[in-house]
Each structure stands twice: as C-alpha cells, then as structure tokens.
C-alpha cells in the first residue's frame, strides 16, 4: 500500500463526490448535465488508481484496468462541456455521441487478451517480479502501452476541438462586446492545457516500465493533478450560465449573402470614428455592438463587415483603441490613480486595461506614466 497516494487519491475522490453533490443540486442546465457527467467520470479513474494503490487489487484483480475504457471517456466529456457551455448550438447530435463511443470501443478490444486471457491468479503473479511469468507481463505491458496509446491520440482529438469550440466562443465576445473577461471562459483554456499536462504525464509514466529508467519527478504527478482537478470543479461550479446573448458564430463563419460597397464601408467608419470620439461612447463599461448598432441607425453586421473589412478589426479591438487613447491622455495630464483611470475611460476590469494598454503602448500603465513623467521633466 502506497500511503501517500492513497491519502491524495482519497481526498480526490472525496472532492469530486463533494463537487458531484452541489452540481446535482444546482439548476438543471445543459452545461451542468455535461459537468456532472464529467465529474462522475473522473471519480470512476480515481476509483481505479486507489484499487492499485490502497492495495485492493489483491483482493479484486479483475478490477486492475477496468478504469481505462472510461478514462478515454474524459476528452469527449470535457469537450461536450465546452459545447453545452460556450456553443450557439443547442444541442449535440447522436454522431457525435457514436463517434465518442469509438475509443472506449478500441480500448476494450486491446484489453481483451489480458482481461478474459489470463486467470486472477496469474494477473496477481504480475505484480512481483519474483513470481510474473515473463510472457504474460510482455502481453499486460503490451496492453497497457496500446492502451495509453489510444487514450492519448483519442484525447488530443477532443482536446483539440475543444480548443477550437472556446477560440470561436472568444472571437465572436469579441465581434460584440468591449467587455469580454465574464463571458469569455479564460479559466477553461489554462485548465484544459494542465489536464492535458497530466494525462500527458500518466502516458509517460509507463516509460520506466519500458525502459528502466527513473524518472523521480513522476512521483509529484498524484498532487499536480490532485490540484488540478480541485481547481477545475471550484472553478466550473462558480461558472455562471451564459444567455443566449452571450453565444453565437463569429462573423467569418457565418454566411453572408451580400457585402457593402467601398462608399458605404467608408460611410459607416465615419460615423463610427465620430461617435466614439465626440459623444466618447467608449466610456460606456457596458458597451455592445447592439447599442452601438442603435446608437447610429446601422445594423449589427453592417457594423462587423466594416470593422472587420475596412477598418480590419473587430468591435473590441476597436472600442479598447479609443479607452487606451484615452487613458494615455489621463495618464500624462493628471494625477489620477490608475485604478480610477481605468474606470473612467471604460474598462471594468483591471486585468483586461493591463493587457490591452501595454498590447497598444508596450508598457504597462504604471511604468507609461513614469516614462512620461521624466519626458516633460
């Protein structure tokens, strides 16, 4: 019995069962299905790793492996997640649901030599290098090479549209909304990246097996991705639904049936560039492609087509030009604090002003300041 890894993999499963329990009792949305569905895969792959490490495979051979059908299981849920959370779409089609089915398939299949080939007894022998029969462990390594196998190249297909469900979800906040950080799910991205981290690493732990060698900071794998996952259910828990408003096809996918003309392009920019810099409606925190839209009598993919074609950017690139202009302005000229010049010109969100005044100026509003402060000197 590993006692160390069997205290973090208890603890594990003691959170997921936790995060299962306020999920289940939070309002019944799609996006909360697909989580729970999540969860409850993740506490089958940590049920698997504590029967091997409390131990209790020599009580329950059968069990040893078991897990890895359904651990292939968590890159179509995590990406189902993202659908149900960040598409337009409103639901996922049977297709979909048969093509994830094909992994667990694949990887029942490669098992089966090892699963129904070999007697509890003999699958117990592999356990001690003194009593393994040298045939059978090259079949059980075998298997669980080609196991891992499929798990990674099935899982890098789902992490991969996932990736691509969140970067459309991104682009079209960003063809619509000044203000994206609330409805962007940021924390996805970053949390996708470390889980594929850790089943990288799961994969590469078979190296040693194969090789001989050591590899010590494997050891350190149970509490990164104990960490992992405590991050991901806090954060998905506190994820807040999206309306309907929040979602949609970013405007080079969808299908346009006409474009406007150079003149009417041009006509459009005028307005626009007018009324971001006489009536500043830039300082509107809550500004949207729908109020600008109002606000000068011109339809929402007249708008985009403009931004995107004529002007090449898009609505918030654009709007954040003019709340950076003039934070530059309120920077050299007065002694405000930073925090209240942020609010001032737009930005509601430290973070996003950070990012989006040193991607314009290459500072930092801080240091802008300093830098300005010693050239008028």
């Known amino acids: 019995m590993d006692v160390l890894d069997t205290v973090i993999y208890s603890g594990m499963w003691g959170a997921i069962l936790l995060a299962l329990v306020q999920a289940v009792n939070k309002p019944k949305q799609p996006q909360t299905t697909y989580l729970i569905a999540l969860l409850f895969l993740l506490l089958i792959h940590v049920s698997g790793e504590l029967v091997i490490y409390t131990g209790a495979y020599q009580y329950f051979p059968a ?119 609330s409805r962007s799910l940021d924390w996805f991205r970053i949390m996708l990246m470390l889980w594929g981290i850790v089943w990288l690493c799961y994969s590469l732990s078979y190296i040693p097996t194969l090789t001989g060698w050591k590899l010590p900071w494997l050891k350190l794998l149970p509490l990164f991705e104990a960490v992992v996952l405590l991050a991901f ?23 346009r049936s006409a474009t406007l003309s150079l003149d009417k392009m041009d006509a459009i920019s005028d307005e626009l560039k007018n009324i971001m810099s006489e009536q500043q409606l830039f300082m509107d925190e809550e500004l949207s492609l729908n109020k600008l839209s109002k606000a000068i009598s011109v339809s929402e993919n007249h708008i985009s087509e403009t931004l995107s074609q004529r002007l090449k950017t898009n609505f918030f690139q654009f709007v954040n030009g003019y709340r950076v202009a003039a934070a530059e302005i309120l920077l050299q000229e007065t002694d405000k604090r930073v925090s209240t010049i ?26 802008y300041r300093k830098q300005a402060t010693l050239v008028t000197r």
């Open 63 to 181: 069990l040893v492996g078991m897990q890895m059908p359904v651990r292939i299981l968590l890159g179509p849920a995590l990406f189902f997640y993202a659908s149900a959370t960040m598409s337009p779409s409103l639901s996922i089609s049977k297709k979909s649901y048969a093509l994830a089915m094909i992994g667990p398939v694949v990887a029942i299949l490669v098992m089966l030599p090892f699963a129904i080939g070999f007697t509890s007894a003999e699958k117990l022998a592999l356990a001690d290098p003194a009593t393994r029969n040298p045939e059978h462990f090259k079949v059980a390594l075998y298997t669980c090479v080609a196991n891992m196998l499929v798990f990674m190249v099935f899982n890098a297909f789902y992490f991969i549209k996932a990736l691509q469900v969140h970067a459309k979800h991104r682009q079209q906040l960003m063809e619509r909304f000044a203000e994206i950080q």
């Open 233 to 255: 259910a806090q954060l998905a828990l506190n994820q807040p639904i999206l309306t309907k408003e929040d979602k949609g096809e970013p405007v080079s996918a969808q299908t």
């Open 342 to 367: 942020q609010y001032e010109v737009g930005f509601n969100s430290k973070s996003t002003f950070n990012t989006a005044f040193k991607k314009a100026t290459g500072l930092t509003p801080s240091l």
